[in-house]
């Protein structure tokens, strides 16, 4: 098993930046791509960004050119910087992992085979 767990989220006014932060730990060693997903209430889960061992990077619509992603050197620790945060933006972010293997056909169909429980970041003025 693998647990990850998300830190980082607030509220901030629109234009602003946060930086959300995801530690994994556990059998870390069969996690490959780990990615932050997006939420609404009442809405799907959707990909912010993927970024695998091997430094490939996916990214979804929601914060396309605004936000990054990356991972530090152990591969375990995945962050997502956002900046120029619009209100659209506002729900919660989860971070996913996939176990090596998974084709990203799988997890954008299927989504991550790990969740954490997610951070809410609220963008109001």
């Known amino acids: 098993q693998v647990q990850l767990e998300e830190s980082g989220g607030g509220v901030v006014q629109p234009g602003g930046s946060l930086r959300l932060s995801c530690s994994a730990s556990?059998?870390?060693?069969?996690?490959?791509?780990m990615g932050w997903y997006f939420q609404k209430p009442g809405q799907k889960r959707e990909m912010v960004g993927v970024?695998?061992?091997?430094?490939?990077?996916y990214f979804g619509d929601s914060g396309k050119g605004r936000f990054a992603i990356s991972r530090d050197s152990t591969g375990n620790t995945l962050r997502l910087q956002m900046d120029k945060l619009e209100l659209e933006d506002s729900g919660v972010y989860y971070c996913g992992a996939a176990r090596v293997g998974r084709s990203p056909s799988h997890w954008s169909s299927y989504g991550m085979d790990f969740w954490g429980k997610g951070t809410l970041v609220t963008v109001s003025s």
């Open positions: 556990g059998s870390v060693n069969y996690v490959d791509a």
């Open positions: 970024l695998t061992r091997g430094g490939r990077r």
